[in-house]
T-cell receptor, first 118, second 109 residues
Framework: EAGVAQSPRYKIIEKRQSVAFWCNPISGHATLYWYQQILGQGPKLLIQFQNNGVVDDSQLPKDRFSAERLKGVDSTLKIQPAKLEDSAVYLC????????????????FGQGTRLTVV | AQRVTQPEKLLSVFKGAPVELKCNYSYSGSPELFWYVQYSRQRLQLLLRHISRESIKGFTADLNKGETSFHLKKPFAQEEDSAMYYCALRGGGADGLTFGKGTHLIIQP
């Protein structure tokens, strides 16, 4: 099956600029996650969608980060304005939404977008 | 709050030697525990989960609720095992994962 697709792969911007990342999950996966992975750290969940609704955005810095999944498929994550500390790899992941079948809860990850803020 | 601790940033062992990557967690309920692996230039992928109780690529991990640990073990390391390994916890259902900081495993020839 095709994997989770993300673009762009790399992005360099100056601080205070804005940037957007795009994610296309695996077909049929209702749940979509955005993670932030800072160098030397494990991924940290930013936001979770089920279809086009937000399930958890408790760790999303809402003053500068926003995300949407309007049609319940593709998703975009935006940062405006960017800060130096936003330099990280942004990972998108998706999974089925039927956790009663434990195999369906596996999260599949994209290659990530490496953001450098200078 | 849930937390995952991987005490070793780097672990280097010789080929053929046993490997143990440590993972401890903090969670008030009954969590689901995972090991994810990232090989060089590849995406993060699931290695194994405690529910399935299976061995993948020779690796096993047992959930010890008393010690709140989920250590990853392999009796004989191979060079292709060199990678970043992340322990992760899920509180339930399809919730997001809480990851540890990762252990870089290097298998020396």
């Amino acid at each position: 099956e095709a994997g989770v697709a993300q673009s762009p792969r790399y992005k360099i911007i100056e601080k205070r600029q804005s940037v957007a990342f795009w994610c296309n999950p695996i077909s049929g996966h209702a749940t979509l996650y955005w993670y932030q992975q800072i160098l030397g750290q494990g991924p940290k969940l930013l936001i979770q969608f089920q279809n086009n609704g937000v399930v958890d955005d408790s760790q999303l810095p809402k003053d500068r980060f926003s995300a949407e999944r309007l049609k319940g498929v593709d998703s975009t994550l935006k940062i405006q304005p960017a800060k130096l500390e936003d330099s990280a790899v942004y990972l998108c992941a998706s999974s089925y939404d039927r956790p009663e079948y434990y195999m369906n809860t596996e999260a599949f990850f994209g290659q990530g977008t490496r953001l450098t803020v200078v | 709050a849930q937390r995952v601790t991987q005490p070793e940033k780097l672990l280097s062992v010789f080929k053929g030697a046993p490997v143990e990557l440590k993972c401890n967690y903090s969670y008030s309920g009954s969590p689901e525990l995972f090991w994810y692996v990232q090989y060089s230039r590849q995406r993060l992928q699931l290695l194994l989960r405690h529910i399935s109780r299976e061995s993948i690529k020779g690796f096993t991990a047992d959930l010890n609720k008393g010690e709140t640990s989920f250590h990853l073990k392999k009796p004989f390391a191979q060079e292709e095992d060199s990678a970043m390994y992340y322990c992760a916890l899920r509180g339930g259902g399809a919730d997001g994962l809480t990851f540890g900081k990762g252990t870089h495993l290097i298998i020396q020839p």
